[in-house]
């Protein structure tokens, strides 16, 4: 499905409203941009060590970088932005519905993406029956993918009902992300 980051994009951006729709990147460097947020060491906020007398070893690894930085957004493969949609709507059903106004965003989205009919007939599909936790997880290779996938997660919904706590935190504990990764992330969105 070809349409995918179209899709992810625009939902992302309606999301976030005045963050990610006035940002030149977009919704998607939004996800890369938390998820790189996340997956740096040391605090929640800090800039990532640099140089040759950065302190190294556990707490400062930086001899790999992430796989995508915000200005890389391209990075994020149709294969992983199938699995970011898909937990967007299952973050979004989390609480056992979708809202009229989670739909609607939903909506607005698929219509500015242009999805053809064989797109709207599989997100439909995933609407009736969003995946689970499990198997967005299996798919997941990476800690920058999970840290992906989470932002994306995080992205779809504001955690107000039990449920979507839940929900979040399950998926964290599934994609092996620390409570440190998570306040980056949350630190990201207050940004």
Do not use: H, N
């Amino acid at each position: 499905m070809a349409e995918v980051k179209r899709v992810l994009d625009a939902l992302v951006r309606s999301r976030r409203g005045g963050l990610a729709a006035s940002a030149a990147l977009g919704g998607l460097a939004l996800i890369a941009g938390l998820a790189v947020r996340a997956t740096q060491r040391g605090e929640p906020g800090a800039e990532p060590a640099r140089g040759a007398g950065a302190p190294q070893g556990p707490a400062r690894d930086t001899a790999r970088a992430p796989a995508a930085t915000p200005f890389e957004a391209g990075a994020l493969s149709d294969d992983e932005a199938t699995l970011c949609l898909r937990i967007m709507v299952a973050a979004s059903a989390a609480d056992g519905v979708i809202d009229a106004r989670e739909r609607e965003r939903l909506d607005a989205a698929v219509a500015e993406s242009g999805l053809d009919l064989a797109g709207r007939q599989w997100l439909a599909r995933e609407l009736e029956d969003p995946a689970t936790i499990d198997e967005i997880a299996d798919r997941v290779a990476t800690p920058e993918a999970g840290a992906r996938v989470y932002a994306a997660a995080r992205l779809a919904i504001d955690p107000d009902t039990m449920q979507e706590r839940a929900f979040l935190r399950m998926l964290a504990d599934a994609l092996d992300l620390d409570d440190d990764a998570l306040a980056r992330v949350e630190s990201g969105l207050a940004a």
